[in-house]
């Protein structure tokens, strides 16, 4: 093992170059203009793979994004880890708010900013990196490992699940490793055994056929506008509960010992509020925050449009309005009975005077890992060699809903091995991942190999 | 008076083209690469008013765009009327659905098209015109007229009122005579005598210090956009009737005569649906469509943004949300009162989970004439005998705020003698006039100046 971590601490500004190589590649999948950027990004990943004398290197084209597939396997009577990742990124949008470039990474204070860094690019690289230390010391790999990485994780993965039911065999694995996850605070490293699930619609609201002047017309015809808002309104009350029937039906609530774990977690909740600039909490009434954040469901707008909206005051009284809303949702809630719930509701409550569109995106389902199961060990145990403490069990707010599916399809279940911090900006601007903790993570996801044939008796 | 119609019957053709002259100068004020173009139209104006022999014609520069002033005192016991127009227009775009350009007036189905054709060129032009059968027929000229005629109404007038503050004694006057409205339907002629005022505000909240990630946060943080659509939800109640405190406070109430008037205006309300593409029309409870749209204040949503509008999905949980709102006012309502009413409305219901700026754009008072002012009876008459027709009286839904300017510095009402159509185009591709009511207005203004002072006792 010596060698391996010697060859990881010599490697270090070649692992940052190359992970910067990556990093400039602006491989946004829902922005189809960047589609060659997309491709670019996962050709680099094959490269690197094929650096590393596996048993196979391939990429697979689908409808969408190609995926990347590397395997090599060392002995069948093995545990076989499948390594998941995403080499896509979410647009870098609003450009103006980032303090450098999103596709330059810069590294300050010892962050390397770049859209991409901690989500995913950066995480999902510390695994290659581990392999490449066995691979490039001549060391033995103590395990079977497989890696799988998607361009269209941002989009909602549409293509993954039909080509991980095409290519059962092909994936066929003990257990899925995944960085893509926080750790629950700087140095305190986290294993999330719990993930929130997903149903995103769009609502489009139309009242009259064309813009109007509001002058001519407002207060006799309906403004799209206010309906949208009236709607979304009333899918909250004052408690912060959903309104939607049936919304909560399936949710499994907190058990006793769940919310007493909550409390032991260190959470500084003045802290939280001073780095959002929040002067208060908000939140369904009768749960912490961290409960709140990660094992409740939600409602929220993720955007909103309609008429003028540049500088000055247009009168008009717009022809549409739109919003998209989505659901963090929790075990066992599906998304797809929630997409139609919503839909069902939302066309309850619309007003007669307007047509109004529903439509579903993507969805996940939320997932949970067997606090017992013997990867989360291995897991456990090399996050303390490396950071030199005991890593933290917690639920995560977000979702990867392919963690429900890998286990739906494959049987497999998921370590949430996170490097990152909530604090990274993913998805914002001025997205960044700590230079160390990508270091870690390289060591980390090396020690995870060595301790694994250890727990899998 | 016989001279006059034939003299306007023998130079029809003439002044056709004098206004196509007109029309063909792209004086587009909101663009400053046209600022040129705009004096050009000033100077055309100039021209058109010394080739009449007036007391006085002067060209008054202004820090935007020149004023043109002409006045013809005949006799200080007569009345005074101050014509006012503007020859700014609004920009063509979109260029593409012109089936003519803008500015290459063309006549087709006995209608002429052109950028600036109705809305104000063509309308105000024949107050010009009208005057020109007195002066080139040597008839005296029953009453004293001025010319205000203004290069800046396309954006906002900026420089208008202060103009007619430093000129009060120059512009003093009985009346305001200004065609820049529509009649209420084909041949029906139309005096309007109320115009709705306007309060615009703007309205942002922010939530989070900067977007977040709605899996990780979503619950637990307060969602600006949620929170938006909570406040201009609670801005109109089920009936349509706002909210706000104090909002209806000063607003005079449509007496039984208001209401039986309103009855007999003719209103197709199916065609009114089908038109707009409305399966059903909205508005206040127990108010007639026409009432809603003209006589009753209102509150609409003009624009709206937060978080993502792009194609498909991203799971923000935005940091800002905006939306501009407007209110249209009706007598006696003040728009500085009404916006200060909207702050303070707004700031009491906002959730003190966010943060929340409220700005207020450019307003106008209402406006409205008095049904027994001699000057709308002369109007009435005029109309009547051109037209054969008794003219219809009503009020319009939108705003000319400088009418409300007019009565404030000058204390002079103001006769709106429209000739346009709802129809005309106005502000869209494609704008038009009916060449007959060009030269119906020529006459009908001839006769307004004749009818005066019959009615000033």
């Known amino acids: 093992m010596s060698a391996i971590i010697d060859y990881i601490e010599t490697n270090k500004e070649k692992f940052k170059d190359e992970l910067f190589n990556l990093l400039r590649i602006p491989s946004i999948s829902t922005d189809s203009s960047h589609k060659d950027d997309v ?9 690197q793979l094929e650096d590393l004398d596996m048993d196979r290197v391939e990429l697979f084209e689908t409808d ?3 995926i990347v597939y590397g395997e090599l396997i060392t002995d069948e009577s093995k545990p076989t880890v499948l390594v998941y990742g995403h080499y896509d990124v979410q647009p870098p949008d609003p450009r103006e708010l980032w303090d450098t470039p999103p596709f ?8 390397i900013y770049a859209r991409g860094a901690s989500d995913d690019k950066g995480q999902s690289f510390t695994h290659i990196k581990a392999l490449e230390a066995y691979r490039k010391t001549d060391t033995d790999f103590p395990v079977n490992v497989k ?3 998607e361009g269209e994780e941002e989009i909602g993965s549409p293509h993954l699940v039909p080509f991980i039911k095409e290519h ?5 694995c003990d257990m899925v490793l995944i960085s893509d996850t926080a750790m629950f605070a700087e140095d305190t490293p986290s294993i999330t055994y719990g993930l929130r ?3 995103y619609m769009e609502v489009e609201v139309t009242g009259p056929n064309r813009d109007l002047h509001s002058g001519v017309y407002g207060g006799a015809v309906e403004n799209p506008a206010n309906a949208l808002c009236e709607i979304i309104a009333k899918l909250k009350d004052g408690d912060g509960v959903i309104q939607i029937d049936g919304f909560y039906d399936d949710v499994v609530e907190l058990s006793d010992e769940d919310r007493e774990a909550y409390k032991n977690l260190p959470f500084d909740l003045e802290k939280y509020k001073k780095d959002l600039g929040l002067k208060k909490v908000y939140g369904e009434k009768g749960y912490s925050t961290l409960e ?5 469901p939600t409602l929220d707008v993720n955007g909103l449009w309609s008429g003028y909206q540049g500088e000055g005051a247009k009168t008009v ?6 919003a998209k809303v989505s659901m963090r949702l929790v075990p066992n809630q599906d998304p797809n009975k929630i997409a139609q719930l919503f839909k069902k509701h939302v066309e309850s409550i619309a007003p007669d005077t307007v047509e109004i569109e529903i439509r579903a995106h993507h969805g996940g389902h939320p997932a949970g890992t067997d606090l017992s199961f013997y990867g989360l060990q291995a897991a456990a145990d090399a996050f303390e060699e490396v950071y030199d403490k005991e890593p933290l069990f917690s639920r995560e707010g977000g979702s990867i809903p392919i963690v429900a599916d890998f286990e739906k399809v494959l049987g497999a279940q998921s370590i949430l091995m996170g490097f990152g911090l909530n604090s990274d900006a993913i998805h914002s601007p001025n997205e960044k991942f700590a230079l160390k903790d990508f270091y870690r993570g390289i060591q980390t996801s090396a020690k995870f190999f060595e301790q694994l044939p250890k727990h899998s008796k």
């Open 39 to 47: 491709r670019k990004a996962a050709g680099f990943l094959k490269e």
């Open 64 to 66: 969408g994004n190609p």
């Open 104 to 111: 330059e990474p810069t590294v300050r204070h010892g962050d």
């Open 147 to 149: 890696f799988i990485l």
């Open 168 to 172: 059962k065999e092909m994936l066929a």
């Open 197 to 199: 699930g997903l149903a």
């Open 292 to 296: 709140r954040a990660t094992a409740r």
């Open 317 to 322: 009284l717009p022809s549409k309005a739109g």
